[in-house]
């Protein structure tokens, strides 16, 4: 149950991370915004298009977030399940898009691992079958 502290609901680990799949990309986008911690590292898959570590949400929002909107049709991050270790939640799921220059679709799952310290991400982690992706981005 949450934690009541100044009148105000706190919201759990597990809460604070489902909010920022389950709404549209921009609703999903400000809960990031809203929960990472200034000093963040964002971390996005080695052979993913967006590799590297980013940190805090501006570097995030560049380098991941606008191209993925400005790259892709209907890009999706559907989580199937969710499991709590500690401070970290990990999401598992699959991304579904079609890349916009190909007109190739692609779905690949993905495991997310995110750690969380006073409400708020400090790191997130991406594994994800990078080759499907590419395959979607290649006019081969």
Known sequence: SPIK????????????????YEGNSEENGKRIQAYLAEDAQWTEAPGFPYAGT????DQVAKNV???L?????GYKAQVRDYYQAGDSIIAVGVYSATYKQTGKYFEADFVHIWKLRNQ???TFNQYVD???VRNAMSAE
Do not use: D, P
């Open 130 to 132: 990078s080759y499907l």
């Open 69 to 73: 909107a400005g790259e892709w049709e």
């Open 5 to 20: 502290e100044l009148g105000q609901t706190m919201l759990t680990n597990l809460e604070i991370i489902r909010s920022t």
């Open 120 to 122: 708020k991400i400090v």
């Open 54 to 57: 980013y940190i805090g949400f």
């Open 65 to 67: 977030f606008a191209r």
